[in-house]
């Protein structure tokens, strides 16, 4: 006997994944070549400084025996850094936490977490990426014979040749690495750090020829050309990440404009308040509940300190254009 529907039932629902999944999120490096923090800070204070003793003159000549020396005079040099206030936060209500099928507190937590984090990392990469275009000799335009400048937030460029000759090569690397070497800046366990956006690794990555860093690894390595890894090259421990410095192009003609930050021990200082539990990373705090129902719950962090510059010679750039880009919108300038 056939069987025959006599009504029609709405019972078919949408079901939802309950976890949270989050914003595609880069990795965060800048901080961690935050060497130079304070070991012996006498006492709470707006700023923290520190010194830097010069080393005397080499006194590579004799002396006479019949008459005494002229006393040489010692000098130093000092670096502080600035506390600044840093925080952001959230409040849920009940409302929201009575209603949401997806567990609110920890999506909270998540997000408070890694605004933490990314937040202060910018702080340290654009310490790094002022203070070596504060200094105009510390930085080169790869293999191009155009020229650079920087004022006002903006690179000015007149390249005499074409973009592609102004892409960063292994070579500009090894310029820095020589740099770095050459004033007895320290390493990272034999390594300096390069700070180079995904763009700039596809350059180095086409270089040609005995010198490039393609040959070598095609005969010793060829699994980091499988992968795409960057690895070591030049003296450098490669750091590929979309969050160094970009600047939109200015000029037609140019390109966009990526700035390859090298860097050995001490190019970075931090210092932080050492008062109120305040520590080396942010505090995440419960805000008050201030309101008559009790409704509003605010999360929060919160950190008071600073990154500087330290050594001016530890900090070096690869400024570039690159083959695959041109008049693309700035990321993170």
Request: proline share 5%.
């Amino acid at each position: 006997m056939a069987i025959t529907q006599v009504s029609s039932l709405s019972v078919s629902q949408t079901a939802y994944d309950r976890l949270a999944y989050f914003a595609l999120r880069p990795e965060l490096y800048f901080d961690q070549v935050a060497d130079i923090m304070p070991t012996a800070q006498s006492m709470p204070g707006a700023s923290v400084q520190f010194t830097i003793i010069s080393d005397l003159a080499v006194a590579s000549g004799t002396i006479s025996e019949t008459s005494d020396i002229s006393p040489a005079t010692m000098s130093n040099s000092t670096v502080s850094v600035t506390l600044a206030e840093y925080g952001n936060a959230i409040t849920t209500t009940a409302k929201l936490r009575g209603t949401s099928f997806i567990e609110i507190d920890p999506v909270v937590a998540n997000v408070i977490g890694y605004n933490a984090g990314v937040s202060l990392d910018t702080v340290a990469r654009n310490t790094l990426r002022d203070f070596n275009l504060a200094n105009g000799s510390d930085y080169w335009n790869g293999q191009g014979t155009g020229t650079w400048s920087y004022a006002s937030g903006a690179w000015t460029q007149s390249p005499t040749s074409t973009a592609a000759a102004n892409n960063a090569t292994g070579a500009a690397f090894a310029k820095q690495r020589t740099y770095l070497r050459s004033n007895n800046v320290a390493s990272f366990g034999g390594f300096y750090a390069a700070y180079v956006h995904p763009d700039v690794v596809f350059d180095i990555q086409q270089d040609t020829g005995a010198a490039g860093w393609r040959l070598p690894h095609v005969y010793s390595q060829p699994g980091e050309i499988w992968s795409g890894e960057m690895g070591a090259f030049e003296g450098f421990r490669f750091i590929e990440t979309p969050r160094a410095p970009t600047w939109a192009d200015t000029a037609s003609t140019a390109g966009d404009v990526y700035q390859s930050i090298c860097i050995g021990r001490q190019g970075l200082a931090k210092a932080h308040s050492i008062t109120d539990g305040n520590g080396s990373v942010p505090h995440i705090i419960p805000g008050p509940i201030t309101d008559s129902l009790r409704r509003f719950v605010p999360l929060g962090w919160y950190w008071l300190g600073g990154y500087s510059g330290f050594r001016a010679a530890a900090v070096r750039a690869v400024i570039s254009n690159s083959s695959i880009t041109l008049n693309q919108p700035a990321i993170n300038n």
